[in-house]
């Protein structure tokens, strides 16, 4: 069974666009979304496409507490800005964006998502890089839903670079950063440093940083780090 249900908001106007949704997916492809706010929480959605939309985040996302596999190919995400923890999300797909072009790509989907992930891109998620999301700091994994980067070494085009202890003092002293919910994880060493990235492919430092150290770099709407 087909149905309409909710609308979200659309490029180049501003008019309500049709979704829908029937035996557990719901269906938003090529509708110049710009944005997910309005999308709601679905509890009966275990498959999800939005691909060939204008989305450059994740900004308005819900959990989706049933939510088994997200297609989102063929947008212009850069980064995992508001996302939150699906907790039986296994497949995400989100070929065709520039976020996929970031060093630490497969670990930030992994922190953003949450440890149920089993393919990204239909490859399979493997043991390190699981190891690696779980031993991130809770207030890196929040920093990663707020649009930031990581990488394994500094970016000298930087907006910051800093160590990891000068992010959680600027993350205190900083009224723009709002973290989200925070995931539990301990603070063991993992060699990772922030950078921003472009269509070009990123400019890569050839000095890596130590394990205690990360780098961060931030703009309006894009924010990004290394640790």
């Known amino acids: 069974m087909i149905q309409q249900s909710t609308s979200l908001k ?8 049709p979704v829908f949704t029937g035996l557990g997916t719901f269906t938003l492809r090529s509708l110049s979304l710009t944005s997910l706010h309005g999308l709601g929480q679905h509890s009966e959605v275990s498959r999800m496409y939005m691909q060939n939309n204008l989305l450059t985040s994740f900004e308005g996302w819900e959990t989706q507490p049933n939510l088994e596999e997200l297609h989102a190919e063929d947008n212009m995400i ?83 670079d800093m160590s990891l202890e000068e992010f959680r003092a600027f ?28 269509r070009g492919g990123p400019h890569r430092s050839p000095h890596p940083r130590q394990a205690s150290q990360v780098t961060a770099s931030e703009r309006r709407g894009n924010h990004k780090m290394v640790l």
């Open 171 to 198: 993350r205190r002293n900083s009224a723009n950063f709002a973290p989200h919910l925070p995931a539990s994880s301990s603070d063991e060493e993992v060699q990772y440093a922030p950078r921003r990235a472009s």
């Open 78 to 160: 850069e980064n995992f800005r508001g996302m939150r923890p699906q907790p039986r999300l296994e497949a995400v797909f989100l070929g065709g964006n520039p976020v996929r072009s970031l060093y630490c790509y497969r670990v930030m989907a992994l922190a953003a998502t949450g440890a149920s992930l089993k393919t990204i891109d239909g490859e399979p998620v493997k043991r390190a890089e699981l190891d690696k999301a779980r031993a991130l700091p809770p207030e890196v994994v929040e920093a990663v839903r707020d649009g930031w980067a990581l990488d394994t070494v500094p970016n000298p085009d930087a907006d910051y």
């Open 10 to 17: 659309c490029e180049p106007s501003s008019e309500q666009v």
